[in-house]
């Protein structure tokens, strides 16, 4: 990326390099008069002297900092990094108390972060929909339709039923023994429910469990594993997680030791992992995905944007491949995963594989091959490559995201390491006992000859077929439009269609302070009651402009978004065209 | 503390004062020479130079580093905070390849924490356990008999059952419409189905919600903590959470910068607050309570403690307290929790109110207040202090700990802040929904006239006053064994019994590597069964010796508990008496 596509970037509602670099030289100068400060309480120490008091060092020591800290009301979400009360501009509880808790004072990590899955369009949306309520016949439109967000169940799709029956059983097993559960729950999920109560400490889905999760459990999530790659699994490799978020916190918190450590991640991304990154204080190594390729994840792209980041000193740890993609939608070629993981092995790097989309294939040439299986398939194993794959109960045709469960498969990692990883999955006792349920379930569902099996594999195949339905029909509409190009969902939820927008509107967009694809995207919620999030929430080629748009409402809203949508953007182009 | 105190601490398993520092002063210089980097790099990128390489640089300026690293073999669970792949031992994957995964290149905030509840311990009671299956009688006990972890169901503690009955309805709302619900089910628990189905999106608990959690169930929240107090609760104060901790971890996140920022903590604590201060790279600053005084918060311990660090150049941001205490089970008198607020507001505090166990009141002259309660009733509002409480379904008479469930509540921080907090919850999503349920039903239980109330009342009162039975039995057998005192369980769900460890037990553990607390526990488990948490996970006055012993074990096994703890005991301290 060129210097001014950089800055292009962040001038849009970022960091600029210079305040990052100027932040970053503030802490390691507050870091340094720390070792001095150690230093003295060290000597102080040893030579048996009570503590000392360092308060003229310290305040010498930091006037360098104080122009910035008068000139960052211009700055908006970045911290000063100056951590004593001594320095703060606020009122103070009482002389010497600690400052009270300001912007200013949070830390500059959090400060730094992003999330726009949830940004201001979620909250314009929220609002539209109270006002609908309170006022109906307010808005231009009778209802919001979000395409923002990959939560089928909240837009009407329904559980499967065997998954909820099973749920049910386990929290309330005294149902097992009545007559009229019988009538009301398939045999086989009473089944399951029994073998699965057996598993649990105390029969109890109210108890907390191993850190890593039901031991019964794993072994059916483990089994599935191998029944779905044809290579074994072991039940000691998966630490069941409140969705995959969790688990890639952990991987971030483990990996990151500094901003000198970098994650190499695609571009477009699913913000939880530029979030994460920045949550742990790490570096991310952007890499680009080739949009005229459909998303093609190149290789050679890798191997630049290693080598430069290395350059600067970074060592990338880990590489994060999102396959299917999110919010791409493409599903890798086999051939492309094994050069992926050649290349992985060859440069030392941890492959972090989000796989929480493998259920959710709609293109008929493609199939989803786990990374785990691949590198087994080249004969790589436990020693050759370290391997996490993510995997969640929210997506496929289940989308149970309110339950929050998931797992993660970690392979390639020696003994102490795995104790650390257990360490960390420790200190949050465990996942809650329902998603870890789910879990199981996903990676063990109905087979033929169990009651539930026909009912299972209509539900499944409606949701699935229906979902690659709307894919087509959206797909179709925005390729129709004047300057949107969309590649083809092959998986996952999501159509990442391109706008050329006219440079009207982008100027426009710039006196209102927006980035020109959130400008594009408020006006047409503003218009339509349609929700989609901008392209910068995921990252693009600067100059390039997005939107993403889910496949999840129900089919027969299809028509409605597709018509809003057409007819907004023919609007706005005519009020914009150069 | 003296400093032969402190030394004697850290050698009993932990990491000696001057490791510490070194790990700091590492780290300081590895930060100080990235800024002579980056400064190299800026100088670079502003002469339009391409990007240098740092290598001969990077390599020069670590040597002092590298006896420590080769040394690291004698100090368990420490980073050398080594990050460059030219200074590791490992072998490279290929030349200029990043180094592999080790426990050198975790993160060393990682390496640093510790969390003793799931340690050593409970590694020991799963193999016991094992080989109880495998092999019956092989051991000199039937069975093991947990008493180390607040986890109530898994030891046969039944759920509550019109809360499961509500969230089985939930889960399955198909159910509400057949006839056979109406016999397996209360009208209160379907009424109460109904009402939260309809405050959900999409009426589904598979769906993703609000980040603070659903708004009608934060509106139940809050009407059940105004009732609770007598003082208004705002619903957009509360965040629902998987548990306490990731409300604990947040707000630690949140308010440590560095490991200038400190938090005060009680000694002995609940492990989570000294390893989440860990995983976040802040400094934990201990106030000891006063087990002669029933473990006593003394707000002059509070005064010099915060002094002593505000002299070391550490900024204390927060305050935590433990009420009911954990393991202390002390309850806190008003007019001390008012002193605490006091000190809070006068010292620009964060008070982190750790209130998850505020349904467990066993001692009659005692009662729970809320801190929230205390401070609105002194005629604090919302602009004089910042206030966390933290609420589980963990505890309490429910003890629904595996569905990790919880709140909190956070008043008293500027608009701009809390925007911060929010942010920090999108990024996880939501927590799970059956816990967002369950957290809304144990603040709004069943009332009078409803169909479930009077089993509602005879499961809640008749788990309570087992407790209490259970934790006087307890708490009277360890008082009557030789140099062991207990204070009273007031309340929570712990004993933490002081033992006087003879001279020549303290050398046996000294010589086994062990601290003595662990090496008796340890052996109690080995000979017993019993497994108990030792002191050193907790925290205690150097030199002395406890460990936590819950009072959760069915009550038909409490003689047994009480009679292998003797015995062993006995046993003991003829083998070591001095």
Not at 17 to 43: D, H, N, P, T, Y
Not at 60 to 67: A, E, G, H, Y
Not at 307 to 332: D, F, H
Not at 385 to 406: A, D, M, N, T, W
Request: contains cysteine.
């Amino acid at each position: 990326m060129s210097k001014s596509g950089r800055v292009s970037e962040f001038l849009k509602g970022k960091l600029t390099f210079e305040v990052c670099w100027w932040q970053r030289f503030s802490e390691s100068l507050q870091m340094w008069k720390f070792v001095g400060e150690r230093a003295k309480r060290v000597i102080a120490t040893n030579t048996i002297a009570s503590v000392v008091n360092l308060n003229h060092f310290q305040t010498t020591s930091t006037l360098s900092s104080s122009n910035y800290c008068s000139n960052r009301s211009h700055i908006p979400r970045l911290s000063s990094s100056l951590n004593s009360p001594r320095r703060s501009c606020s009122v103070m509880a009482s002389k010497g108390a600690t400052a009270p808790v300001t912007i200013e004072s949070l830390n500059p990590k959090v400060l730094k972060c992003e999330y726009a899955v949830r940004g201001e369009i979620v909250s314009i949306a929220q609002k539209l929909q109270q006002d609908l309520q309170s006022k109906p016949g307010s808005q231009p439109f009778d209802e919001i339709l979000f395409c923002n967000i990959g939560n089928p169940q909240a837009l009407g799709q329904k559980p499967i039923t065997f998954f909820r029956e099973v749920l049910a059983l386990c929290d309330n097993p005294t149902l097992l023994d009545k007559r009229e559960t019988h009538s009301l729950f398939s045999a086989d999920s009473i089944a399951r429910a029994l073998k699965i109560l057996d598993q649990m400490p105390g029969r109890a889905t109210g108890a907390y469990s191993h850190s890593q999760g039901i031991k019964g459990l794993r072994d059916t999530i483990a089994a599935g594993i191998q029944a779905r790659d044809g290579f074994p699994a072991d039940p000691e490799d998966i630490f069941l997680t409140d969705g995959a978020s969790p688990g890639v916190h952990m991987m971030m918190q483990l990996l990151i030791r500094s901003e000198n450590d970098g994650i190499l991640c695609p571009i477009p991304q699913y913000p939880l992992y530029s979030a994460s990154i920045a949550l742990h204080g790490g570096t991310l190594v952007r890499y680009y995905l080739d949009e005229a390729t459909g998303w093609g994840l190149e290789i050679s792209e890798l191997k630049k944007q290693l080598e430069a980041a290395r350059q600067k000193g970074i060592t990338v740890r880990a590489l994060v491949v999102i396959n299917p993609g999110n919010p791409t939608g493409q599903v890798l070629a086999e051939e492309n995963q094994r050069q992926i993981v050649e290349f992985c092995k060859k440069e030392g790097l941890v492959l972090l594989a989000d796989e929480v989309y493998q259920e959710n294939i709609y293109a008929p040439d493609k199939k989803f091959n786990s990374f785990k299986k691949i590198c087994r398939s080249m004969k790589y194993g436990e020693k050759d490559i370290p391997l996490v794959s993510f995997q969640s109960v929210s997506k496929g045709y289940h989308g149970e995201c309110g339950k929050r469960g998931g797992y993660m498969e970690v392979t390639g990692f020696s003994r102490e390491v795995r104790e650390q990883f257990y360490k960390l999955a420790s200190v949050n006792l465990c996942s809650n006992i329902s998603g870890q349920i789910l879990a199981s379930l996903v990676m063990s569902p109905p087979k033929v000859g169990d009651q539930s099996y026909d009912a299972y594999i209509n539900e499944r195949n409606g949701i699935l077929k229906s979902l690659a339905r709307r894919a087509k029909t959206l797909e179709d509409a925005f390729n129709s439009l004047e300057g949107v190009t969309c590649n083809k969902a092959e998986g996952a939820m999501y159509l990442f269609p391109r706008i050329q927008l006219p440079k009207k509107a982008i100027k426009a967009a710039e006196q209102a302070k927006k980035a020109a694809d959130a400008y594009y995207a408020i006006r047409l919620l503003n218009s339509t009651g349609v929700v989609v999030v901008p392209g910068t929430g995921f990252g693009q080629v600067p100059g390039t402009w997005h939107f993403r748009c889910t496949i999840l409402p129900q089919e027969e809203k299809i028509p409605a978004i597709v018509s809003r949508l057409s007819n907004f953007h023919k609007k706005f182009m005519a009020e914009f065209r150069d």
